[in-house]
């Protein structure tokens, strides 16, 4: 990897072989699922290199799956295996002011209302409700993602939120 990989984003990772042409079936970390194969071109790590390809795809079932360029067989397809899927952030569309993608959210540090720290943000669970924050930390938190009600602030260039949560939860 070169020193630019850290601006990439991860949307996934290849779960392996899907028929005989070179199909792959993919689990998409975007919102739908399907929504994975609209960002082509992918940047595919392979070990430690990194290749950009086009894809094209479809959700069929309950499985997201893609036609990478250049992958014309099972084999190659399974050599692919494992593999994670990255975008660049141009490719992601503008939101909303008070919306967030995941991967802006991930790496902050939070604290509480007080000015307590109370963790890192390192990953996101989607419940159905409101998405969860996963914080690591001194202990694991779990705190929902409810702009206004929980996260009264969002500072991306700071790279922290302020929740209103006290530590002892």
Known sequence: MN????ELICVGHILGAQGLKGWVRVFSNTSPRENIV????WVIEQGDELQKVSVKGRLQGRNVLASVDGCEDRNQAEALKGCRIFIEPAQLPRLQAGDYYWSDLIGL?????QGEPLGMVASMLETGADDVMVLSGERERLIPFAIDNIVREVDLEKRRLVVDWLPEY
Not at 38 to 41: T, V
């Open 109 to 113: 540090a939070v604290e509480s209302l």
């Open 3 to 6: 020193q630019h990989d850290d």
């Open 38 to 41: 609209n960002y082509s071109p």
